[in-house]
């Protein structure tokens, strides 16, 4: 009907708009009906006419029982429309749930009253729907924008009915020391208010423009449909006006009532989020969970206000009540429920371990008969030590900070940024928040500006603890948390960056307390316990297969970390360790190894010399380093600027590890001269789990040999990763032709490559705020699906073949790439390789992208001798190339600076190969 010049109320006599021509919508959906409205803005008795889009009329017809009923509110300035894909999904045989998505009074085709109808009367209004629709349990409510807070004010008015929530991108409550958002202000100024959202059509436009990608030109007429003319948009008008921006405002008492009543409705709730809203941001998310911290949450990077036009909301929700089964849908439904913990190890409690907080030995190390020697130091740029923490001042330090942590409000489930390099001021800040039981949240500043302050946004710390740089970025971009410095700054430095107190103002009063304490009662008054089951971290992966994803910890969870590095790489009390990676750096005190960072920028690990390794292990004469693949190639790089004291000091080192990326054995040769006393180990491991394999340079020659000998089954093809760690179990997922791992079935078989899967005490809890990611991840019980690509050998051992996402799928054949890639990497003139696919998939060309040596000057086709050389090197992996080009720098993730972006190298090949200007992979 729209786009033919038809009234938008013309109606066929019936209860059905003519031709309702809206993409997306099934015309049998769309129905009106007359209700009697018990507002008091109404006239007694007044009947109201009301649209809806329901499916329920079109499941009967079917022969279709539906589990229950979605019951879709909009909110301003959108209308019905906005839940098309939910009516869609409900009609499916496979979960059929009647969706009922209403028209609110004045808005979409439901009447124009000529009322102006609050908050209370809306949820009334809503309940005067229902009743008319004879609408019984069970119900799922489902709201957006203010359709949020009427939906819920509608389910807490109908607790019998209501067996869940479904939120997005809403708010139930605003801080009354606090400005409303921008776009807000601007829409309720007196100047603005009636031409933006009543005269004109502004306020319709510019929230459509919100959509991320935009919409498409069909779908944003469909949205302005109902609004053509002043008249029929009196409703956004005073939908708008009906904000309650103070407590002065007539409709605060009702969002009040909404947002206390929250608190206690215990139905399964789903959150589903756009971050990137400018009006409803994640602030609003944070609220929403503390009112409901049952919630599942899943926020979609990248979407923002119109989350369900941005992004695929039908699925997650209807797997969400697929996932909580008869809870929702009733006793009778026939939905399965799957399992619902969240936990991925199902151990029994006789299985588990001990419970040893991360911090355990602590306490026993500065009474004990190593008291004075160092715990942790660091390194300045002139190889000295620049500052260092006895095992005796580091426990003091951690209780002063964590008593001043406390007075300042820092507690259990408080979440408190960390932005500080490794060193002691991290360590005490660290240990003293985990004391606390607060929760720590670490975001590496290699992710970048734009990376980080995703993450941080998204985390939504209560607390941000930073050095300036950190600070300034915080105030710039707005990032979340009361602001605490590393050291005690001017004041108006302070004012300048909004920092409240520092570390060292925190420890000064810790310490007092502290004191005091012990002058009064003559003891310590101890730390609350924490809980093992509570959560503790959430650490940042890098980045580098798309926007970095929060990895949530329990405390048992950091603790069996911690057990199983102990057991696997025997690092103990006593042990000396140099951390040039920064969750190794914090596990040492918890080792009771004495740490020390190198002078570098961790965040970069390609700044690690050999002179700044060598210094900081002759620093503490340590036994262990750990570093990553790009900082030993720095390291080897600069090795010949080291003296000989370095180079007797490297020669003492006992283990080295160096995790992150594939370590190619040549590099581990050059490194074994440097450290030839040291047994050199490179562990496979992730954000989601570290360690999880591990072996040795001989290992990793053994199983070359073995691949090249062609005497052990399934040796070759990728990277050896050597065999489970301590207490962990790995198996893998069969990949399909299509290149995708369906499972469930898991296997270790031998020479089989699938998706690997791990179990183990240290694997994750949860991806923070991303349930479906989660979902996806721990879709097998007690397993984490990695991702990654591998298979085993007859010996055991594993090896990693690549990404699942980076699987090639050519005709005839599903090509992974690691393996072709080392073949290519053998040749003199090739320094780094990836191999990607190009166009669609099961047709795709494999193709290989190459950086030489020395460096091509630009980006394009490699010259017909280096081509063959790669075609042939590739084919003796088995992986037939079709393409060969060259770069002059591969693009690396940015944290580890050894992780190929290989979908960026898809794209840029995709364009070359069309025809298109080389350019900048």
């Given at each position: 009907?729209?786009?033919?010049?038809?009234?938008?109320?013309?109606?066929?006599?019936?209860?059905?708009?003519?031709?309702?021509?809206?993409?997306?919508?099934?015309?049998?959906?769309s129905?009106?009906?007359?209700v009697?409205?018990?507002?008091?803005?109404?006239?007694p008795?007044?009947?109201?006419?009301?649209?809806?889009?329901?499916?329920?009329?079109?499941?009967?017809?079917?022969?279709?029982?539906?589990?229950?009923?979605?019951?879709?509110?909009?909110?301003?300035?959108?209308?019905?429309?906005?839940?098309?894909?939910?009516?869609?999904?409900?009609?499916?045989?496979?979960?059929?749930?009647?969706?009922?998505?209403?028209?609110?009074?004045?808005?979409?085709?439901?009447?124009?009253?000529?009322?102006?109808?609050?908050?209370?009367?809306?949820?009334?209004?809503?309940g005067?729907?229902?009743?008319?629709?004879?609408?019984?349990?069970?119900?799922?409510?489902?709201?957006?924008?203010?359709?949020?807070?009427?939906?819920?004010?509608?389910a807490?008015?109908?607790?019998?009915?209501?067996t869940?929530?479904?939120l997005?991108?809403?708010?139930?409550?605003?801080?009354?020391?606090?400005?409303?958002?921008?776009?807000?202000?601007?829409?309720?100024?007196?100047?603005?208010?009636?031409?933006?959202?009543?005269?004109?059509?502004?306020?319709?436009?510019?929230?459509?423009?919100?959509?991320?990608?935009?919409?498409?030109?069909?779908?944003?007429?469909?949205?302005?449909?109902?609004?053509?003319?002043?008249?029929?948009?009196?409703?956004?008008?005073?939908?708008?006006?009906?904000?309650?921006?103070?407590?002065?405002?007539?409709?605060?008492p009702?969002?009040?009532?909404?947002?206390?009543?929250?608190?206690?409705?215990?139905?399964?709730?789903?959150?589903?989020?756009?971050?990137?809203d400018?009006?409803?941001?994640?602030?609003?998310?944070?609220?929403?969970?503390?009112r409901?911290?049952?919630?599942?949450?899943?926020?979609?990077?990248?979407?923002?206000?119109?989350?369900?036009?941005?992004?695929?909301?039908?699925?997650?929700?209807?797997?969400?009540?697929?996932?909580?089964?008869?809870?929702?849908?009733?006793?009778?439904?026939?939905?399965?429920?799957?399992?619902?913990?969240?936990?991925?190890?199902?151990?029994?409690?006789?299985?588990?371990?001990?419970?040893?907080?991360?911090?355990?030995?602590?306490?026993?190390?500065?009474?004990?008969?190593?008291?004075?020697?160092?715990?942790?130091?660091?390194?300045?740029?002139?190889?000295?030590?620049?500052?260092s923490?006895?095992?005796?001042?580091?426990?003091?330090?951690?209780?002063?900070?964590?008593?001043?942590?406390?007075?300042?409000?820092?507690?259990?489930?408080?979440?408190?940024?960390?932005?500080?390099?490794?060193?002691?001021?991290?360590?005490?800040?660290?240990?003293?928040?985990?004391?606390?039981?607060?929760?720590?949240?670490?975001?590496?500043?290699?992710?970048?500006?734009?990376?980080?302050?995703?993450?941080?946004?998204?985390?939504?710390?209560?607390?941000?603890?930073?050095?300036?740089?950190?600070?300034?970025a915080?105030?710039?971009?707005?990032?979340?948390?009361?602001?605490?410095?590393?050291?005690?700054l001017?004041?108006?430095?302070?004012?300048?960056?909004?920092?409240?107190?520092?570390?060292?103002?925190?420890?000064?009063n810790?310490?007092?307390?502290?004191?005091?304490?012990?002058?009064?009662?003559?003891?310590?008054?101890?730390?609350?316990?924490?809980?093992?089951?509570?959560?503790?971290?959430?650490?940042?992966?890098?980045?580098?297969?798309?926007?970095?994803?929060?990895?949530?910890?329990?405390?048992?969870?950091?603790?069996?970390?911690?057990?199983?590095?102990?057991?696997?790489?025997?690092?103990?009390?006593?042990?000396?360790?140099?951390?040039?990676?920064?969750?190794?750096?914090?596990?040492?005190?918890?080792?009771?190894?004495?740490?020390v960072?190198?002078?570098?920028?961790?965040t970069?690990?390609?700044?690690?010399?050999?002179?700044?390794l060598?210094?900081?292990?002759?620093?503490?004469?340590?036994?262990?380093?750990?570093?990553?693949?790009?900082?030993?190639?720095?390291?080897?790089d600069?090795?010949?600027?080291?003296?000989?004291?370095?180079?007797?000091?490297?020669?003492?080192?006992?283990?080295?590890?160096?995790?992150?990326?594939?370590?190619?054995?040549?590099l581990?040769?050059?490194?074994?001269?440097?450290?030839?006393?040291?047994?050199?180990?490179?562990?496979?491991?992730?954000?989601?789990?570290?360690?999880?394999?591990?072996?040795?340079?001989?290992?990793?020659?053994?199983?070359?040999?073995?691949?090249?000998?062609?005497?052990?089954?399934?040796?070759?093809?990728?990277?050896?990763?050597?065999k489970?760690?301590?207490?962990?179990?790995?198996?893998?997922?069969?990949?399909?032709?299509?290149?995708?791992?369906?499972?469930?079935?898991?296997?270790?078989?031998?020479?089989?490559?699938?998706?690997?899967?791990?179990?183990?005490?240290?694997?994750?809890?949860?991806?923070?705020?991303?349930?479906?990611?989660?979902?996806?991840?721990?879709?097998?019980?007690g397993?984490?699906?990695?991702?990654?690509?591998?298979?085993?050998?007859?010996?055991?051992?594993l090896?990693?073949?690549?990404?699942?996402?980076?699987?090639?799928?050519?005709?005839?054949?599903?090509?992974?790439?690691?393996?072709?890639?080392?073949?290519?990497?053998?040749?003199?003139?090739?320094?780094?390789?990836?191999i990607?696919?190009?166009?669609?998939?099961?047709?795709?060309?494999?193709?290989?992208?190459?950086?030489?040596?020395?460096?091509?000057?630009?980006?394009?086709?490699?010259?017909?001798?280096?081509?063959?050389?790669?075609?042939?090197?590739?084919?003796?992996?088995?992986?037939?190339?079709?393409?060969?080009?060259?770069v002059?720098?591969?693009?690396?993730?940015?944290?580890?600076?050894?992780?190929?972006?290989?979908?960026?190298?898809?794209?840029?090949?995709?364009?070359?190969?069309?025809?298109?200007?080389?350019?900048?992979?």
């Amino acid at each position: 009907m729209h786009g033919r010049g038809l009234r938008p109320e013309r109606w066929n006599g019936g209860n059905r708009l003519v031709a309702a021509n809206w993409p997306g919508v099934d015309p049998e959906w769309s129905r009106t009906l007359r209700v009697r409205s018990t507002s008091e803005v109404d006239a007694p008795g007044v009947l109201r006419r009301w649209h809806v889009l329901d499916n329920g009329a079109q499941l009967s017809r079917r022969g279709l029982t539906p589990i229950g009923t979605l019951l879709c509110v909009h909110g301003n300035p959108t209308w019905s429309y906005l839940w098309r894909t939910l009516v869609r999904a409900g009609s499916d045989p496979a979960h059929p749930w009647r969706v009922v998505a209403v028209d609110q009074l004045d808005m979409g085709y439901s009447e124009r009253t000529g009322t102006f109808r609050r908050l209370a009367d809306r949820i009334n209004d809503l309940g005067d729907l229902t009743d008319a629709l004879g609408l019984e349990g069970p119900v799922v409510t489902v709201g957006h924008d203010w359709g949020g807070v009427i939906s819920s004010g509608w389910a807490l008015e109908h607790p019998q009915q209501v067996t869940a929530v479904v939120l997005t991108n809403t708010a139930v409550h605003h801080p009354s020391d606090s400005p409303l958002p921008a776009a807000l202000r601007l829409a309720l100024h007196p100047a603005v208010h009636r031409w933006g959202t009543t005269t004109s059509d502004a306020f319709l436009r510019v929230t459509h423009s919100l959509a991320n990608p935009p919409l498409p030109a069909d779908v944003g007429k469909a949205f302005m449909a109902p609004y053509r003319g002043a008249a029929r948009r009196t409703g956004v008008g005073n939908f708008v006006a009906d904000i309650p921006a103070d407590p002065s405002h007539p409709s605060f008492p009702a969002l009040t009532r909404v947002a206390e009543g929250l608190r206690g409705l215990k139905v399964p709730a789903l959150m589903l989020w756009g971050p990137t809203d400018p009006i409803f941001s994640d602030r609003y998310l944070k609220d929403l969970i503390a009112r409901l911290p049952h919630a599942d949450v899943h926020r979609f990077e990248g979407a923002g206000h119109l989350v369900g036009e941005d992004r695929d909301i039908a699925t997650p929700v209807f797997d969400w009540l697929a996932v909580h089964g008869a809870k929702i849908g009733g006793d009778d439904s026939p939905v399965a429920a799957a399992p619902a913990s969240r936990h991925l190890i199902q151990d029994t409690e006789e299985e588990k371990p001990a419970f040893r907080p991360l911090w355990d030995s602590l306490s026993e190390l500065a009474a004990g008969p190593a008291k004075e020697d160092i715990a942790v130091a660091e390194m300045a740029s002139d190889g000295s030590v620049s500052h260092s923490l006895s095992w005796q001042q580091l426990d003091r330090n951690i209780l002063d900070m964590a008593e001043g942590l406390r007075e300042s409000g820092v507690g259990h489930g408080t979440r408190v940024s960390l932005m500080v390099p490794p060193g002691t001021d991290l360590t005490v800040a660290l240990y003293a928040c985990l004391k606390l039981g607060a929760v720590v949240v670490v975001a590496d500043a290699g992710l970048g500006t734009k990376g980080m302050s995703r993450a941080v946004k998204g985390a939504t710390a209560d607390f941000l603890i930073g050095i300036d740089k950190a600070l300034a970025a915080a105030s710039v971009l707005g990032w979340p948390g009361q602001r605490i410095s590393v050291k005690d700054l001017p004041a108006a430095r302070r004012r300048i960056l909004g920092v409240e107190t520092s570390l060292a103002a925190l420890a000064r009063n810790g310490a007092t307390i502290r004191d005091a304490r012990r002058l009064r009662n003559g003891d310590e008054l101890p730390m609350d316990s924490v809980d093992p089951s509570a959560p503790a971290a959430v650490l940042f992966t890098s980045g580098s297969t798309g926007p970095a994803k929060g990895v949530l910890y329990t405390h048992r969870q950091l603790a069996a970390m911690r057990d199983t590095v102990a057991a696997t790489f025997g690092i103990h009390s006593g042990s000396r360790l140099v951390a040039g990676f920064a969750p190794f750096a914090l596990l040492g005190p918890a080792l009771g190894a004495v740490s020390v960072t190198p002078a570098m920028d961790v965040t970069a690990p390609r700044t690690l010399t050999a002179g700044a390794l060598a210094d900081a292990v002759a620093a503490i004469e340590a036994s262990v380093v750990f570093a990553s693949p790009a900082a030993l190639r720095n390291v080897i790089d600069t090795r010949g600027d080291l003296s000989r004291t370095g180079l007797i000091a490297l020669e003492n080192v006992e283990l080295l590890l160096s995790a992150g990326a594939p370590v190619p054995e040549p590099l581990l040769a050059q490194v074994q001269q440097l450290m030839p006393g040291a047994s050199l180990h490179t562990p496979y491991g992730m954000t989601e789990a570290l360690p999880v394999t591990d072996i040795s340079l001989e290992d990793i020659r053994a199983a070359d040999a073995d691949a090249d000998a062609g005497t052990i089954a399934g040796a070759g093809n990728g990277v050896c990763v050597g065999k489970p760690v301590h207490g962990a179990r790995v198996a893998v997922i069969p990949l399909a032709a299509n290149g995708t791992a369906p499972g469930p079935n898991r296997v270790t078989d031998a020479g089989v490559t699938g998706e690997i899967l791990i179990s183990a005490p240290h694997v994750k809890e949860a991806y923070d705020r991303l349930w479906l990611t989660q979902r996806e991840s721990a879709s097998l019980a007690g397993w984490h699906r990695t991702g990654d690509v591998g298979h085993f050998d007859a010996a055991g051992r594993l090896w990693v073949e690549g990404r699942l996402s980076h699987v090639v799928t050519a005709p005839g054949a599903v090509v992974t790439p690691v393996g072709a890639e080392q073949s290519i990497e053998r040749l003199d003139r090739v320094r780094m390789a990836a191999i990607t696919g190009v166009g669609p998939s099961g047709t795709q060309a494999v193709v290989a992208v190459v950086e030489t040596v020395p460096p091509v000057p630009k980006a394009g086709p490699a010259d017909p001798q280096l081509a063959g050389h790669v075609r042939r090197a590739a084919s003796q992996a088995g992986v037939e190339v079709n393409a060969v080009l060259v770069v002059p720098t591969q693009p690396t993730d940015i944290r580890h600076n050894a992780k190929i972006d290989r979908t960026r190298l898809a794209r840029w090949a995709s364009q070359v190969l069309a025809g298109g200007r080389p350019g900048k992979p």
